[in-house]
């Protein structure tokens, strides 16, 4: 049986209300939940789908701990990141620290290609010989299933995400007909649901879903800080 763990807003960095000790406490909760998924849980992998660093520009320390946490879980346990809106804005800079952590092995850092054409995403497979930047998806090989379970990754898009949804919904459909259709189908993306935070801004309704749910079987949302399932494929 596969086992996958999914976590998000670590927001590692944070030092909430100015207080030294919360940026502790937030890298603490990341070793406390990895410990938890390798040692009680016996993970196969890990779906963090945003805010891993609460701001692009980190400290030096930030970043050293986080490697250090990374680096202890299993290398046959791969930790499958995507782009929340602390982590990036919608100007990316040439290269991120998720790029890095991705080129470091310490991630697989999943994102699609959304500018090459408007009407469809694009998403490379993840190389572990040539891993690049970042990819748009990771395999996952099963024991007990001849097709394997595959692991999307959609960056944060904020008013433009229901645009995103639908290139997407068409991406990973030409993706299958490529590479060949999976046993399962998760897809990582950062944002919340309308009926779920209803004052806030930038949601996505079930109606923007329709296409996506076709062909995704689990969706990993980020970005809002409650716990939440809906419709029996959307977990936050």
Do not use: C
């Not at 016996?42 to 660093?53: H, W, Y």
């Not at 998720?98 to 699609?112: C, E, S």
């Not at 998403?123 to 090989?141: A, H, L, T, V």
């Amino acid at each position: 049986m596969l086992t996958l763990t999914h976590i998000a807003d670590t927001h590692l960095g944070h030092r909430q209300y100015g207080v030294k000790q919360r940026e502790d406490d937030m890298m603490s909760t990341l070793r406390t939940a990895l410990d938890e998924m390798i040692t009680e849980h016996d993970t196969d992998a890990i779906l963090l789908p945003g805010d891993l660093f609460h701001s692009r520009d980190l400290r030096p320390k930030i970043l050293h701990q986080t490697e250090q946490e990374l680096a202890r879980v299993p290398d046959d346990v791969p930790v499958l990141v995507s782009r929340g809106n602390h982590d990036e804005n919608l100007t990316p800079r040439d290269v991120t620290w998720l790029n890095y952590l991705h080129q470091r092995g310490h991630i697989v850092f999943l994102q699609a290609e959304l500018t090459a054409d408007p009407e469809t995403a694009w998403f490379n497979p993840y190389e572990s010989d040539e891993p690049g930047q970042s990819s748009g998806f990771y395999d996952i090989d099963v024991e007990e299933l001849d097709r394997p379970v595959r692991v999307f990754g959609l960056q944060w898009r904020g008013a433009k995400t229901g645009q995103a949804l639908q290139q997407v919904a068409d991406g990973i459909q030409e993706t299958n007909e490529m590479h060949g259709e999976p046993a399962f189908t998760v897809l990582l993306a950062h944002f919340g649901m309308e009926d779920e935070v209803p004052t806030l801004g930038g949601t996505v309704t079930h109606a923007e879903l329709r296409d996506v749910k076709k062909q995704v079987d689990y969706l990993a949302l980020g970005h809002i800080h409650k716990r939440y399932e809906a419709a029996d494929w959307i977990h936050k």
